[in-house]
T-cell receptor
Framework: DGGITQSPKYLFRKEGQNVTLSCEQN?????MYWYRQDPGQGLRLIYY???????QKGDIAEGYSVSREKKESFPLTVTSAQKNPTAFYLC?????????????FGEGSWLTVV | DQQVKQNSPSLSVQEGRISILNCDYTNSMFDYFLWYKKYPAEGPTFLIS?????DKNEDGRFTVFLNKSAKHLSLHIVPSQPGDSAVYFC?????????????FGQGTILTVHP
């Protein structure tokens, strides 16, 4: 069953802790992305990766880090430096970054700071 | 600076009628546009896209129109069904290596009444 899997679905973090959100895809897509959605707002790009061992900052990368050691995996770490981490996080992938390739999203992960 | 705007936060339509969702953009470098449908606490589902070389693209009940001179696109759903009730996001990307970097609008809540 092909798709994008994010885990965990719900995560609670204490102040000052780092947490890592998992994203795995078996679609054999080259490009992967992390977006964040806040209530009543659109999605904003955190980081993206076009190929293994390469990634670029998006519009709101501060306080986040990523790695792309394998094609199918693109984990996101929310560090203690992220001032307002409570949000809905979405991982996505696309065949490549060429025109005409839609981006497909996972089911999302809720992160709440307690 | 909101480069992609959905000025209607909500839209209510009767079942069987047409739903028209609108989106405006300011960045003239955008050349690929997508519409996504999203339910609460789920990832967005890709609906339909259009390249800037076209002015119309159809897929079943969904049609997207692009007016480049006005920097405006719209999604038509005909006929509307109660299952179409969701939040609809338009998104845009620029050319070259930016294709996968989507800029999203704030979303429009569509409610289709039986």
């Amino acid at each position: 069953d092909g798709g994008i899997t994010q885990s965990p679905k719900y995560l609670f973090r204490k102040e000052g802790q780092n947490v890592t959100l998992s994203c795995e895809q078996n679609l054999n897509h080259d490009a992967m992305y992390w977006y964040r959605q806040d209530p009543g707002q659109g999605l904003r790009l955190i980081y993206y990766s076009q190929i293994v061992n390469d990634f670029q900052k998006g519009d709101i990368a501060e306080g986040y880090s990523v790695s792309r050691e394998k094609k199918e995996s693109f984990p996101l770490t929310v560090t203690s430096a992220q001032k307002n981490p409570t949000a809905f996080y979405l991982c996505a992938c696309s065949l490549d970054q060429g025109s005409g390739n839609p981006i497909y999203f996972g089911e999302g992960s809720w992160l709440t700071v307690v | 600076d909101q480069q992609v705007k959905q000025n209607s936060p909500s839209l209510s339509v009767q079942e069987g009628r047409i739903s028209i969702l609108n989106c405006d953009y300011t960045n003239s470098m955008f050349d690929y546009f997508l519409w996504y449908k999203k339910y609460p606490a789920e990832g967005p589902t890709f609906l339909i896209s259009i390249s800037s070389i076209k002015d119309k693209n159809e897929d079943g009940r969904f049609t997207v129109f692009l007016n480049k001179s006005a920097k405006h696109l719209s999604l038509h759903i005909v006929p509307s069904q109660p299952g179409d009730s969701a939040v609809y996001f338009c998104a845009a990307s620029a050319g070259g290596t930016s294709y996968g970097k989507l800029t999203f609008g704030q979303g429009t809540i569509l409610t289709v009444h039986p």
